[in-house]
């Protein structure tokens, strides 16, 4: 325990020695001085304990000296103790006590007394010093836990407005991924719509077109007759256009994908585009060099950007400036693209944009802002068609009056080969006149087989038809010989491609070609080189077939 100090004041040397030798025994430190101003110069330099002060002192009293001690700050509660030699009044003791005084001891000094009043000043002392630094102590460490609890409270407060961001951003996403479900739900559901009316409507239409033909062959010459029929062809090849946006819309057109240079394919068709758009729209390009080949339908593409600018050219009624824009950029590549190397084909117009609702929607089949009579609603649903069934998906990005851009992300060729679908058709086309055959006909609609059977009869053919596959199968299996077996696929209780397969198993060196209005025909079970028609066929698409079925049947025989 640090030893503490104890200040003793009396102008006689005498009396501060008896002083001394009463308390050096109790340890402490013990500081002399025989005036006030000895006294005051030592309180201002140590920190003091007790005082022992002598009442009678000649320049300045006891009373006075005490007084001036209690102005000081430091010393307001120190402990002091009066030593007077001469019997104080009552009077004397009280201007002692208000002067600030606590104690008296009275001469001749008892030895014992002095030294307990002492200690039990020096012990109050200690202790008030100790509760002061306990005070301190716990201040400090309340000051800490404040700043900590302050601290904790501001992080958790910053957690909880980080986990409220998280929530609501979690929940702009979930709300984001719902609405394009909803709208994938919705273009699935009109799809499937769209394909089922289309077929039917392909059905129609191949016998609207087969029976014109064949009528246009058989009508002797007559400049109205003949311009009457070019009308009625004309209109239902525009319908057969039709039916092609509305199942490229499904997904169902069949499409020729082979490895395109897309610079090269922009360079063959920018006249076109030019024409088309006319003198007040400017195109400018930015497609770089060495763009990897893409996998896709190239006459199809072509058609899709026609498309494109056409739809940017009538959202610039005072003209402007259409840029198409090619780029292999894995960055920018959108949610839901399988893995893998792809290319975006961007056309953007500075047009009078769309608002949200109206690119929402903008993909929808028969969906159109031009008016009444001025679009069909087909062209960027046929765009978007064309990108989901080449394995790809469509971007549309609109701001009401600054502009639309489309985008076209399509796959990398990998190996595949590039070759035109033109020279493949020419070949086809080439193909030498069949020989005359016995062919069975199977198809539930009626007008269809009939004016299937009449093109293959102009043909020079022989024909049996069958108004469902097990009527086919009973065919096949009575004693007629038929050389080949023209078949719908959509029919019910047996489709085209199951009657197929029983015929390659159970009559092996059959040709077969299978017909439909949809792309979508299986392909296992040993039918992905099967012959097949996309209705509706013409006169010419059908003797090509037939030629090319005969021909691979002899080659496998």
């Known amino acids: 325990m640090n030893p503490v100090n104890i200040l003793l004041v009396d102008d006689q040397p005498a009396k501060l020695l008896s002083y001394e030798v009463v308390l050096q025994d109790l340890g402490e430190n013990l500081i002399k001085a025989q005036s ?108 800490q836990r404040t700043a900590e609890l302050e601290a904790s409270s501001t992080q958790l407060r910053q957690l909880n407005e980080e986990l409220e961001q998280r929530i609501e951003q979690r929940t702009r996403e979930r709300e984001e991924a719902l609405a394009q479900l909803f709208e994938a739900q919705k273009l699935d559901t009109i799809g499937r719509l769209t394909g089922g009316v289309a077929h039917d409507f392909n059905n129609l239409l191949m016998v609207v077109l087969g029976s014109l033909n064949l009528l246009r062959k058989r009508l002797a010459p007559d400049e109205k007759s003949e311009r009457l029929i070019g009308n009625a062809l004309q209109a239902a090849e525009r319908g057969a256009a039709l039916t092609q946006r509305l199942l490229a819309f499904a997904r169902r057109q069949e499409l ?14 920018e006249d076109l585009l030019t024409k088309a758009l006319g003198p007040s729209i400017d195109i400018r390009k930015e497609i770089p060099t060495g763009l990897p080949r ?26 402007g400036t259409v840029v198409v824009s090619a780029e292999e950029n894995e960055d920018l590549r959108p949610a839901g693209l399988t893995a893998g190397r792809y290319v975006r084909i961007s056309v953007s117009d500075n047009g009078e944009g769309m608002d949200e609702t ?38 549309l990005r609109s701001i009401k009056g600054e502009g639309t851009t489309v985008s076209l992300w399509l796959p990398v060729a990998q190996n595949v080969e590039a070759a035109s679908s033109a020279e493949s058709d020419r070949q086809e086309s080439a193909a030498s006149p069949s020989s005359t055959l ?22 020079g053919h ?49 040709p077969v070609i299978l017909a439909s209005g949809y792309a979508e025909l299986p392909n296992d079970h040993g039918l992905a080189k099967l012959c097949r028609m996309t209705k509706p066929f013409t006169q010419e698409q059908l003797q090509v077939a037939v030629q090319r079925a005969t021909t691979a049947s002899a080659s496998a025989a």
């Open 36 to 143: 006030a101003r000895e006294a005051l110069e030592h309180l201002l330099r140590n920190e003091i304990a007790v005082i022992l002060v002598d009442v009678c002192m000649p320049e300045q009293d006891g009373f006075e000296l005490v007084s001036m001690i209690r102005e000081h700050p430091r010393y307001q509660n120190t402990a002091i103790i009066f030593v007077s030699a001469v019997m104080m009044a009552e009077p004397d003791r009280l201007r002692g006590y208000e002067a600030g005084a606590v104690d008296y001891v009275s001469v001749p000094i008892v030895p014992e007394v002095l030294r307990a009043k002492v200690r039990v000043f020096i012990d109050l002392y200690r202790k008030t010093h100790e509760l002061e630094l306990l005070n301190a102590d716990l201040e400090a460490r309340v000051h």
């Open 256 to 269: 020729k994908p082979q490895a395109i240079d897309f610079s090269q394919l922009f360079e063959n068709i």
């Open 438 to 459: 016995r062919v069975l006909v199977v198809d539930d609609d009626l007008l269809v087989s009939m004016g299937t059977s009449a093109m293959l009869e102009d043909l």
């Open 462 to 510: 022989a024909t049996v038809e069958a108004g469902s596959a097990a009527i086919a199968l009973e065919m096949l299996a009575s004693d007629k010989r038929f050389d080949l077996v023209i078949t719908d696929h959509a029919m019910p209780g047996m489709t085209g491609a199951e009657l197929a397969r029983l015929i390659l198993s159970s009559f092996p060196g059959l």
């Open 294 to 319: 893409l996998v896709v339908d190239g006459n199809q593409l072509e058609l899709a950007l026609l498309n494109l600018f056409v739809n940017a050219r009538d959202a610039m009624a005072g003209g």
């Open 358 to 395: 109206t690119a929402v929607r903008a993909a929808e089949p028969f969906f159109t802002t031009k008016g009444l009579g001025k679009g069909t609603g087909l062209g960027l649903s046929m765009v978007h068609g064309l990108a989901a069934q080449s394995g790809g998906v469509l971007d």
